[in-house]
């Protein structure tokens, strides 16, 4: 509770919080004399079709006085609260206290009300300034010192009310009493709702600035990527034709091999830097294209560049799909290379079509190692923890399923995993029909 009344919005935040409340405040201006206006025009409305029953009203002409009062006020601050919105010529100051006058004629009519249907007691109906209090605390954003003005014109108000009753000595304690607690509670509640708003004010701008750094990190990320990647090209192309040229006056130079080895892995994690950079900056480019013969071409491929088997069954599919011909062949090139890392030489490959309802599957399945339950809910991050040395010691950085997730939710689609153990592992690519 203390809280409440030391707050202060953060220094590095109290300008832009200023100008965003003067703003907000003055909106609610708007609103709320647009609000007042049809409650009072409609009751205006009422007693002018019913005017014979409403004239016999116990004072009638203080409640038409007042009507009037409220109609012209709410309309009057309507307009300069619009003007104020819209016009550059008003200055903070004065729309701070075009709100402020606001705010008294909130309250004052408010106590209007109540007074006049109290018969100038203000100990007996407090509802409807109690109604001005909790509106005017609610919903504006008021400094300390400025709702300590107001709540001390609430106090003033309520001892000038009792200028015009009769009343005891006992009453008109009442009355100061009741005055101070209401004052009390204006202050309670409009600090409440400036801090809750300066405090959610304040936890947006922060994130607003660590979005705005985490923008400028991933960037120069990129950049450096990017960078890092091109050049390291170069130098790893001639040494995988140097590498090349000794394998073929000796091919069983290991230390040849080696090197040829591993200046191509090492081309695959630079390509896999370059195309994450990629998915990061560029629109995907698609055409439709039969998905049955597309996946023909690519397995055909894969036959005539390794002995393994590959078994393709397309289930008498046809379907068109929009796909980008290179991007998702990598995704396909990614998922038969791991199937062949993490199975042995004499399990084949399985390759097939599936539809399931507007959207067809490519499923890759291999019958190797498999995947630990505990790696598989990392397996599609970057540089995933769930990357592992496959069965001929091939290396893996993380990168491969990460980048393929990516491209087949750039096609609209769906990259799904399922693993056991020992039993293998499958891989559903599952992609909307055209």
């Not at 002018?48 to 116990?58: D, H, L, P, Q, R």
């Not at 309250?107 to 109906?125: A, C, D, E, P």
């Not at 990598?330 to 062949?340: A, P, T, W």
């Not at 995947?371 to 950085?397: D, N, T």
């Amino acid at each position: 509770m203390f809280k409440l009344f030391t707050y202060k919005t953060p220094a590095n935040f109290t300008a832009a919080f200023r100008e965003f409340y003067i703003t907000a405040n003055l909106k609610q201006v708007r609103v709320l004399s647009i609000a007042i206006l049809a409650i009072t025009l409609l009751t205006r409305i009422i007693a002018f079709i019913y005017y014979e029953e409403a004239i016999k009203i116990t004072r009638y002409s203080e409640y038409s006085l007042g009507n009037w009062i409220q109609i012209t006020g709410a309309a009057l601050f309507f307009i300069l609260s619009k003007f104020a919105l819209t016009s550059p010529k008003w200055s903070s100051r004065n729309k701070k206290n075009l709100t402020l006058f606001f705010i008294v004629f909130v309250l004052l009519i408010s106590f209007g009300v109540s007074y006049v249907v109290s018969t100038y007691n203000t100990k007996n109906n407090l509802t409807v300034f109690m109604i001005g209090i909790v509106t005017v605390s609610l919903f504006f954003a008021i400094e300390y010192k400025e709702i300590s003005i107001i709540a001390a014109f609430v106090v003033l108000v309520f001892v000038l009310g009792m200028v015009i009753p009769k009343i005891t000595f006992q009453d008109k304690m009442m009355n100061v009493f009741a005055a101070i607690t209401l004052a009390f509670i204006l202050i309670c509640f409009s600090r409440y709702s400036y801090y809750f708003k300066s405090h959610h004010f304040v936890k947006i701008k922060e994130l607003e600035e660590k979005n705005i750094k985490i923008e400028h990190l991933s960037t120069q990320k990129e950049e450096i990527l990017a960078s890092v990647a091109h050049d390291l090209r170069n130098p790893l192309n001639n040494i995988e034709a140097l590498s090349g040229f000794l394998l073929l006056e000796n091919e069983n130079n290991s230390e040849a091999k080696m090197i040829s080895n591993a200046a191509k892995q090492a081309k695959e994690i630079i390509n896999d830097l370059i195309e994450t950079v990629k998915l990061d900056q560029s629109d995907l480019k698609t055409e439709r294209q039969d998905i049955a013969s597309y996946l023909t071409k690519v397995i055909q491929k894969w036959k005539a560049n390794t002995k393994r088997e590959f078994l393709f069954i397309d289930n008498d599919i046809k379907a068109d799909v929009y796909l980008n011909s290179s991007k998702l062949e990598r995704v396909i090139d990614n998922l038969i290379s791991n199937g062949l890392k993490f199975s042995s030489e004499d399990k084949p490959i399985e390759i097939s079509l599936t539809e399931q309802k507007d959207k067809v599957g490519i499923v890759v399945r291999d019958f190797g190692i498999g995947i630990p339950e505990e790696l598989k809910e990392h397996i599609f991050h970057q540089f995933s923890k769930a990357g592992r040395q496959g069965l001929q010691g091939e290396k893996s950085i993380g990168l491969g399923l990460h980048i393929s997730k990516r491209i087949v939710e750039q096609h609209a689609g769906k990259l799904l995993i399922d693993s056991k153990e020992n039993e293998g592992t499958t891989f559903t690519i599952l992609l909307p029909v055209a």
